[in-house]
């Protein structure tokens, strides 16, 4: 086992997309370069949509392959904003599949030991936070790492509400 002199931090900063979920990221990144930390970005494909009833999967081989192949691209590119932008190459991203809130709180920190989650306030719309609750509420809760949500941006400036239309 390493000393706490030994062993390098690791920070875990869950993605799906989102504005916040990606300001999270440049929080995070900007952590790691401060701490001489490494960074694993991972975007959760909630495989428990796709499940019927009787445990059949909903839709097919490929469409989940391509869901697969769009999360790595998407990965990739936060991992090249990364370094054009921040000069930082440290990262690792990954691609798991079941419940995030397990996911996040409890699987990926067992097999990859980081010792922060950072992520944004919310990632869902209201609707969603309603019906499925809060992923950072539930992390924020349960994690075995220290939990960093994120509401400031990559300044610590407090993040004006943005007015979309759909």
Known sequence: MKSMAEKKESILVPVDGSESAERAFDKAVKIAIADNAHVDVLNVIDTRQFMGEMQDTLISGDTIYQMTQDAEEYLKSLKKWAHDNFNFDDIDYHICYGSPKRIISYDFIKDHHDDLIVMGATGLN?????????????????????????????????????????
């Not at 349960?142 to 993040?159: E, G, M």
């Open 126 to 166: 209201a609707v969603e936070r309603m019906l499925m609750g809060s992923v950072t509420e539930y992390v924020n809760q349960h994690a075995l790492a220290d939990v960093l949500i994120v509401r400031t941006d990559i300044d610590n400036n407090p993040i004006k509400p943005t007015m979309r239309k759909n």
